[in-house]
Nanobody, 116 residues
Framework: QAQLVESGGGLVQAGGSLRLSCVAS?????????MGWYRQAPGKQRDLVAS???????IYADSVKDRFTISRNKARDSVYLQMNSLKPEDTAIYYC?????????WGRGTQVTVSS
């Protein structure tokens, strides 16, 4: 069964750092080109945080530019999100997403809480 598994969330003080990981498992290969991170805060919609594009580039939400960095390991079909200078407004559930067999495949999410 194809799935994405996130890890690395937790509680951190403002100004701190966290590194999220997402690994594709099961009968799933070559999805690293479309892997990215989204987040959803309570009462808000799920929004893009950072993602790889099909031409190999990256895109970031304006609110995280210069603080977050997305990276990947192509051989392991995994993607990472290094989050620095965290702010309370970064508090959310962070989801990994890719495209597999023509459809969106989401992980279950990992909670990130930033205290002030």
């Amino acid at each position: 069964q194809a799935q994405l598994v996130e890890s690395g969330g937790g509680l951190v003080q403002a100004g701190g750092s966290l590194r999220l990981s997402c690994v594709a498992s099961g009968r799933i290969r070559g999805v690293h080109n479309a892997m990215g991170w989204y987040r959803q805060a309570p009462g808000k919609q799920r929004d893009l945080v950072a993602s790889f594009t099909r031409d190999g580039g990256t895109i970031y939400a304006d609110s995280v530019k210069d603080r977050f960095t997305i990276s990947r390991n192509k051989a392991r079909d995994s993607v990472y999100l290094q989050m620095n200078s965290l702010k309370p407004e970064d508090t959310a559930i962070y989801y990994c997403k890719t495209i597999f067999a023509g459809t969106d495949l989401w992980g279950r999410g990992t909670q990130v809480t930033v205290s002030s």
